[in-house]
């Protein structure tokens, strides 16, 4: 039989292991704070800054109302690629990318997270997703960029065309999505998946003739700060300092 540890040295042994673990957290606790901050200023600058002030030089650029060199290229080169399968391919995957897909799935989501009682998740969703749409439509009327006149579309458009709300809000459903997703098993499918879409969408406008490229990257880079800038907003890290 194993000899008996007198109780006053397991107590012993049990105070030196909480000591040795409150130094470990006091140690640590600064290090999860940088790296907390570094993390938080990443994306904010690489989510929100970046797309930002690629939206502004946009803006001035097109500020003369001509389009860009690359914007007419880039049309021309995609017409000359044109077919009657892609006609009807680029037509539905446009479709989708507004009163098909995005608009119903938008409502969709916030209806669910409602119904599973996630209500910061619903809030940010709503936000995020109503946001955007109406950043669109107040960015169409303050800018009013024709859209491009270089043949006649087979889905022709009248509203104003910077920037695209078909870009823009294929890819604040797909971040917001991927933003959901992330703390899950299914955040690499949904990311795939987003990717995949959001490119689809893009492209289906400038093939259909209705977007310049420069309306679809406006698009994505004001959906990318307003989400984004949301997800900080609501659901900001815990961070404390070093001392707390």
């Known amino acids: 039989m194993a000899p008996e540890v007198p109780a006053r040295r397991r107590g012993e042994g049990g105070d030196r292991l909480a000591a040795e673990a409150e130094v470990d957290r006091e140690v640590a606790g600064p290090h999860r704070w940088r790296t907390g901050s570094a993390r938080w200023l990443t994306v904010l600058f690489t989510g929100v800054l970046l797309p930002l002030t690629v939206f502004i030089v946009l803006v001035d650029a097109i500020g003369e109302g001509k389009p860009l060199p690359v914007d007419t290229a880039l049309l021309m080169w995609m017409q000359a690629r044109a077919s009657p399968a892609l ?44 946001g955007a749409a109406l950043l669109n439509l107040g960015s169409k009327q303050l800018f009013q960029r024709v859209r491009p006149d270089l043949w006649e579309s087979i889905a022709p458009e009248s509203t104003f065309s910077f920037p695209s709300g078909h870009a823009m809000g294929a890819m604040a459903l797909a971040l917001t999505l991927v933003l959901l997703a992330w703390p899950t098993r299914w955040r690499h499918l949904v990311v795939l998946f987003a990717v995949v879409f959001v490119a689809l969408v893009g492209i289906s406008r400038v093939y259909l003739g209705v977007h310049f490229p420069s309306d679809i990257l406006a698009g994505w880079c004001a959906a990318l700060a307003w989400v984004l800038g949301m997800h900080l907003l609501m659901y900001r890290w815990r961070r404390s300092g070093p001392d707390g």
């Open 87 to 130: 006609d009807g391919f680029f037509v539905v995957v446009s479709r989708f990318g507004y009163e098909w897909g995005v608009i119903p799935l938008d409502l969709l989501l916030v209806a669910g997270l409602l119904w599973r009682r996630r209500w910061r998740d619903a809030a940010f969703a709503a936000t995020a997703l109503a």
